[in-house]
């Protein structure tokens, strides 16, 4: 049984530090963040041909990236703030030691901090920051049809997982337009875009995976499709990962270990997903921390190869 705590924090800073520790680890979301977004960026500019430079494109993708993830954190506290009260009264939203108005400052802090660095220093991207935004508010209301999405899980997975997309859409964009010139988005930055973006869909639907028999009255992946055929869907994300990272290393001419680490990591990740898939109980379910694992030693691995090939501008 869980300990709930019985009144609820006078100070806002002491909620805030309780929402840090127990849902937006920010000691741990803030370094995740700029390394994968660092990766992004020099893997975009490798990409296009350009001498790799950090300057205030960069700047402003780093804040973007790490507000935009606050950003989208906020969004789903707040959309199931009602159902967290019933599935998951241990949480701090429910049992008050956050409030809702935290999370809703913290929502419009960040929204606050998004327009004002690209509005004042991203003017070179701002239209497709618009694109962004727009998109990422249209998922936070349900595309005005709360009521439907909220029973068709499956079509809201249909509608909110090109958020990802878009959001990575958004930062090669920031890669791009560093230097000199404003690069052109090529072929291999789509594919770059799906190494991406592939695997926070495999996360996401990991996440909402139960074994057999262990499903709750949240509604799951494996509740509406059967738990093999919804493992499927991370695993296939996963694998296709790998294969187009090791297509884009080759087209880069990174060195033969980063192909060697990729295919040991999916091999990790076929191992993991096969055994749950065979036996498709409790004990085999780490899909989720497996996604997460698999997912930043890619990045890494992209990022240090990279790092080996080419040599970095500093423009700020």
Same mark, same amino acid.
Request: no cysteine; hydrophobic share 65%; glycine share 4%.
């Given at each position: 049984m869980k300990t709930m705590p019985t009144s609820t924090p006078? $100070?806002?800073l002491a909620r805030v530090w309780i929402y840090s520790k127990e849902i937006f680890p920010v000691l741990i979301y803030l370094p995740y963040v700029v390394v994968l977004y660092i990766c992004l960026n020099f893997s975009s500019q490798a990409i296009a041909g $350009? +001498?790799? $430079?950090?300057?205030?494109?960069?700047?402003?993708?780093?804040? +973007? /990236?790490?507000?935009i993830m606050l950003q989208m954190r906020t969004f789903d506290d707040l959309k199931d703030i009602e159902i967290d009260k019933d599935l998951f009264? *241990?949480? /701090?939203t429910p049992r008050k030691a956050v409030l809702k108005s935290d999370i809703q400052i913290l929502s419009i802090f960040s929204f606050v901090v998004l327009v004002l660095t690209n509005v004042i220093f991203g003017q070179e991207t701002i239209n497709v920051? !618009?694109?962004?935004? !727009?998109y990422a508010?249209? +998922?936070?209301? *349900?595309f005005f049809a709360e009521e439907f999405h909220r029973k068709n899980l499956l079509f809201t997975m249909a509608t909110h997982q090109p958020l990802p997309w878009v959001i990575n859409y958004f930062l090669i964009h920031t890669a791009l337009a560093a230097g000199d010139t404003y690069d052109s988005f090529s072929t291999n930055h789509w594919i770059l875009l799906a190494i991406f973006s592939l695997p926070i869909t495999a996360w996401e639907v990991s996440r909402k995976i139960r074994a057999i028999g262990h499903e709750t009255e949240y509604e799951t992946f494996s509740m509406i499709f059967g738990t093999r055929p919804a493992t499927w869907i991370p695993f296939i994300c996963l694998l296709l990962t790998g294969?187009?990272?090791?297509?884009? /290393?080759?087209?880069?001419g990174l060195n033969l270990s980063f192909i060697w680490? +990729?295919? /040991?990591?999916?091999?990790?990740?076929?191992?993991?997903y096969g055994r749950f898939l065979k036996t498709p109980i409790v004990e085999n379910n780490n899909l989720t921390n497996t996604a997460m694992i698999f997912t930043t030693a890619v990045f890494l691995n992209f990022l240090a190869h990279v790092l080996m090939n080419y040599e970095v501008v500093n423009q700020l």
């Open positions: 006078e $100070s806002f $350009s +001498t790799i $430079s950090m300057d205030i494109n960069g700047i402003v993708g780093m804040i +973007t /990236a790490f507000f009264p *241990w949480r /701090a920051f !618009v694109l962004m935004m !727009v508010i249209l +998922t936070f209301k *349900w294969l187009l990272s090791i297509y884009i /290393a080759n087209t880069l680490i +990729t295919i /040991a990591l999916m091999i990790y990740v076929i191992l993991v």
